[in-house]
Nanobody, 121 residues
């Protein structure tokens, strides 16, 4: 079974930085878009940033200029560099892969289980 595994979450003070990573658990032939979503307590999950296989990116207005998404195609990994963190960035951060193809299967989307980011004021 294909899984996306996130890492890099933790506790940081406001103004600090964190780098999130997400990698597939098995050999992947290809992944179209990969993205990061977050869910704050009591709120709906929202898009933070997404990057296509061609390298095009899109960011939530709230993180533009502070967060940078990137990916390593060879390792089927995606990263989120988060700078100038604010308390409102606190939440569970989830990785998502769209149109994921393994050697034998194809999945329209796969989610990771999330990593917690806590930003203290």
């Amino acid at each position: 079974q294909v899984q996306l595994v996130e890492s890099g979450g933790g506790l940081v003070q406001a103004g600090g930085s964190l780098r999130l990573s997400c990698a597939a658990s098995v050999t992947i032939r290809s992944i179209n878009a990969m993205g990061w979503y977050r869910q704050a307590p009591g709120k709906q999950r929202e898009l933070v940033a997404i990057i296509t296989s061609g390298g095009s990116t899109n960011y939530a207005d709230s993180v533009k200029g502070r967060f940078t998404i990137s990916r390593d195609h060879a390792k089927n990994s995606v990263f989120l560099q988060m700078n100038s963190l604010k308390p409102e960035d606190t939440g569970d951060y989830y990785c998502k892969g769209e149109d994921v193809r393994t050697l034998i299967s194809r999945y329209m989307e796969i989610w990771g289980k999330g990593t917690l980011v806590t930003v203290s004021s």
